[in-house]
């Protein structure tokens, strides 16, 4: 993920600890003597081997580009971590004194490819110690308390539910708050739910102690040997009403002391929490094909009505002019009859509104008609011509001959007895966007076919991704066969640390990992996840649940949701699971702040439907299964968005979220959906399978991202960027100018003063995907390609951002395509350095080189207009410049009229380009 490595840099910090910290990256920064004496070791060995300033001289001397570049590149990488680093450090002051960010300094890989020493941290971060609130509202929970107690601090209740039951009976006015003691608290049969009657309760923690809540059910286990010759397998009963909130079963294992997530029995064996295992082990040796569903009659359509009308409260709608979107010519979605609706391409995917009813519906179904949807491979997704929608896989054929190898996939199905009781297979969909999940129906031995479908010839999963599989455009087959693997099977138990349990006899096997003939501890104490929600808050509209706060408090063991109903939010590639560990909806003014989310095992956090003024603050979310944070809106079918039913006004802020989608790559650390006026501020988001913030749609508008340190996201995935966003259906709203105006356009959203490191498979640092527009990109620090604009996007300004393009796919500086007549984007004193080429971008018109072609009053064309560039400055090897794969040189350009002040150079130097970083962070 960190491209272009070359060696270590070694430093020592003993003999420059003294040094001033205005000598230091051209900043007068108060540094603390650690982070200077960094910096003071890192230069001394960028200048022993050389920096992006020497390479001009190089190249002169007649050395190729590429090793030239690289043999000091590492110098300027490093330097940029550093500088990564340092950012995080003033972004979370209290954070950083006490653990260094060590897991920050790590995954920034600055001891191992730079040579940085790496510090000690003092300690774990410790739970706030906020006031103890006071008064006969309060009741006290302990894990060692009884619910036949009175709540009070010395006679503490046994049960987080009795306490909030028992705050309900607590006097109208005056503090009620449930408070935790240190441990672990099980939720045992009911998960807490909050409704409008628990408005301005408060759960906590006990001041400073350490005070864990648990979705999970402990084990009493007795184990017995049961393989101890040729592996270290043991077994244990499990009383059967242990289980009895999981349905008798469960899909997570933990540990309690250690709290380790254990391998549920699978292949190829993985250890799901290591990117690097996971990435490299999905199997398809035996693999012949998947099966590709019957087609099936197209969904209903429902259109958005974007020409000049009446809106139902008698406001006049202004028209929308879709001719700005040019490869769209109109706006439906896909609708199914019913729910699930087994005659319906998009009947898979399954959401619920504030009422509890379901129905099927999604923008990918909505293409029966050309230019109906459009977007990055839009065409598998309404049937390609041999299917009327997205489609999804209904099994997977393998080769049957066991001689063909030792270890091959189809030699072990051979084997497998009972594969279709609770047996999953689990498969990338082409181009790693996600993965999906299905359960196994049938193993047929003799014919080499796994089969997951239900007696509707449904598939039993595969609504984990917002769209369809890829096609064959030749013969409409399943083209090309994904890698996947196969989970919950018991002859698959043959690697240390994996287990599995046996839901008919109530037994649970483990590979215990140890030496063969060694059990488990007896002083281990095993936890069999069971509730998906720990802490429901459900109002209504017009009778919300207000002023509820949630601080202090640990949330662990979480079920996961993967093989729950998801459906696509909107018009994105994402789908999702309507349900979190913490659910809000129907709420205004809930804050969850100062919480630690460790190891749950579908969303950390959702906002759903109608919420307001949520605050998400300083929070620690670490191996979440799915995404960390979420919001969730609604709309009418066709996109109308004025009743207010949307997460709007939330704040995301100074929260630490890092080794996510353990469960599904899909995922974020933010993800927004029909959700408008996000404030996301001071979060530090790093080490994503996917995007680290994702909008999936363009609803409304007006959403900050501000300040935030974004890097190693896209470690399992690619055709994405650190934050991303789509565009490609209009809404209704009253975002930008109120209740009274209600129109399709949406207000400017402001992405400012970030530190974005594009590694991995991400590519800008911002992907403005497919119709992306209406973003303000300015003042922000990224180590990975410039602006992005594709599929109609328009409107946006990319101002002031300082550029350093490494080697990736080509974008460099900027890649737009055409625009309509005043609607293009801006891309305007920025500072861009591309190191390995002199091409620094792509932007329609302007790559023919014509310069009667630079501007769009000179464009015949009028939807040809190109990108609108000035004042830019750039920096490549040679000091040259062109667009496109032609010899366009900026002088040229400049006498057409576009690029007017803008200047070409050879590459600067480490010192200018961490300069240029404090000034556009403001550090």
């Not at 729910?339 to 998009?346: E, I, L, T």
């Not at 929600?533 to 919300?544: H, L, N, S, T, V």
């Not at 063991?557 to 909806?585: I, K």
């Amino acid at each position: 993920g960190w491209t272009g490595i070359v060696g270590v840099l070694v430093i020592s910090v003993a003999s420059v600890a003294t040094v001033n910290a205005g000598g230091v990256g051209g900043s007068g920064l108060q540094q603390s003597a650690e982070v200077r004496a960094m910096w003071a070791g890192l230069r001394k060995a960028t200048a022993a081997v050389g920096d992006l300033a020497s390479v001009s001289a190089r190249l002169t001397a007649g050395h190729p580009v590429r090793e030239t570049v690289d043999a000091v590149k590492n110098t300027t990488e490093c330097e940029i971590r550093l500088l990564a680093y340092e950012f995080g450090l003033t972004q979370l002051p209290a954070r950083a004194a006490v653990t260094k960010l060590i897991e920050v300094f790590d995954a920034l890989d600055l001891e191992g490819s730079c040579g940085v020493p790496r510090p000690v941290p003092a300690g774990p971060m410790p739970r706030p110690s906020a006031p103890l609130p006071t008064g006969p509202g309060v009741f006290f929970v302990a894990p060692d308390g009884s619910d036949a107690n009175s709540g009070t601090e010395a006679a503490p209740f046994a049960t987080c539910s009795k306490a909030v039951a028992a705050t309900r009976s607590a006097p109208a006015k005056g503090t009620r708050a449930v408070v935790l003691r240190a441990g672990t608290h099980y939720l045992g049969a009911s998960s807490i739910k909050l409704t409008a009657v628990d408005s301005g309760l408060l759960i906590t923690n006990y001041p400073g102690e350490e005070a864990w809540m648990s979705g999970g059910v402990p084990i009493q286990a007795n184990w017995k040997a049961y393989n101890t010759s040729e592996a270290n397998i043991w077994v244990t009963d499990v009383a059967p009403g242990v289980l009895a909130v999981g349905n008798g079963t469960f899909d997570g294992l933990m540990t309690l002391e250690t709290h380790e997530r254990l391998i549920r029995a699978r292949y190829p064996n993985a250890q799901p929490e290591d990117r690097a295992t996971v990435k490299s082990v999905g199997g398809s040796q035996g693999l012949t094909g998947y099966i590709a569903p019957r087609k099936k009659p197209a969904a209903r359509q429902i259109w958005v009505n974007v020409s000049e009308a009446t809106h139902k409260h008698g406001q006049t709608i202004p028209a929308y002019d879709y001719s700005i979107l040019q490869p769209y010519r109109g706006f439906a979605n896909g609708v199914c009859a019913s729910a699930g609706d087994p005659n319906c391409p998009c009947g898979s995917w399954k959401d619920f509104d504030a009422n509890g009813t379901w129905s099927s519906y999604s923008y990918h179904c909505g293409g029966q008609g050309p230019g109906l949807i459009g977007g990055g491979w839009e065409n598998m997704d309404s049937g390609d011509g041999y299917y009327n929608g997205p489609i999804l896989p209904l099994g997977l054929t393998y080769d049957t001959d066991t001689s063909k190898g030792a270890n091959t996939f189809g030699q072990r199905a051979q084997k497998w007895k009972a594969a279709e009781k609770g047996g999953l297979v689990v498969a990338w969909r082409a181009q790693g966007w996600f993965v999906n999940g299905y359960s196994i129906s049938e193993v047929d031995q003799t014919t080499g076919t796994i089969h997951w479908t239900d007696e509707d010839d449904m598939p039993q999963g595969g609504w984990q991704g917002g769209r369809g599989w890829q096609l064959n455009g030749t013969d409409g087959s399943i083209s090309p066969n994904p890698p996947f693997y196969v989970e919950n099977i018991f002859e698959e138990l043959d690697s240390p640390s994996e287990w599995f349990f046996d839901s008919d006899t109530n037994k649970l096997y483990m590979y215990h990992n140890a030496t063969p003939g060694t059990p488990p501890p007896s002083s281990t104490t095993f936890i069999a996840t069971q509730h998906k929600e720990m802490i429901g808050i459900r109002g209504k509209q017009d009778a919300p649940a207000t002023d509820i706060t949630i601080r202090g408090v640990g949330f662990r063991d979480a079920a996961r949701t993967f093989m729950e109903p998801w459906a696509p939010p909107s018009g994105g590639d994402w789908a999702l699971y309507r349900g979190a560990a913490v659910f809000v909806e129907g709420a205004e003014n809930v804050v969850i702040e100062q919480n630690v989310f460790n190891r749950v095992d579908g969303n950390a956090v959702l906002l759903s439907g109608y919420t307001r003024d949520v605050v998400i603050d300083s929070n620690e979310f670490t191996y979440i299964g799915d995404s960390a944070m979420a919001a969730w809106g609604r709309t009418t079918e066709d996109g109308d968005g004025t009743g207010g039913e949307q997460p709007r006004r939330t704040v995301i802020s100074n929260n630490y979220a890092h080794e996510l989608g353990i469960v599904q790559l899909q995922s974020s650390m933010w993800f927004q959906a029909k959700t408008a006026q996000t404030n996301i501020t001071n979060n530090i988001f790093f080490n994503g399978p996917r995007a680290g913030i994702n909008f999936n749609d363009g609803f409304g508008g007006a959403n900050v991202v501000h300040k935030n340190l974004i890097f190693n996201q896209c470690r399992q995935s690619g055709d994405h960027g650190p934050i991303n966003s789509w565009d490609r259906q209009p809404y209704l709203t009253d975002v930008p100018h109120g209740p009274d105006s209600p129109t399709y356009f949406t207000a400017l959203s402001n992405i400012h003063q970030n530190f974005i490191i594009a590694n991995y498979g991400g590519s800008q640092g911002f992907d403005n995907d497919d119709g992306s527009s209406r973003y303000n990109i300015t003042d922000n620090f990224i180590y990975g390609e410039g602006l992005k604009q594709d599929y109609g996007g328009h409107d946006s300004r990319y101002t002031g951002n300082v550029n350093i393009v490494h080697k990736y796919d080509g974008q460099n500086c900027f890649n737009t395509w055409p625009f309509v007549p005043g609607h293009e984007h801006v891309f305007a004193n920025n500072t861009c350095v591309v190191l390995y080429t002199w091409q620094v971008g792509s932007a329609g018109a302007l790559n023919s080189g014509d310069p009667a072609k630079s501007i769009c009053a000179n464009v015949k064309d009028p939807q040809q207009c190109p990108l609108d560039l000035s004042d830019n400055r750039y920096f490549t090897p040679f000091g040259n410049y062109s667009v496109g794969k032609g010899s366009t040189v900026l002088s040229k350009l400049q006498s057409g009229g576009v690029e007017v002040g803008s200047t070409v150079t050879t590459l600067p130097s480490n010192d200018q380009i961490i300069t240029w970083g404090r000034e556009v962070l403001g550090i």
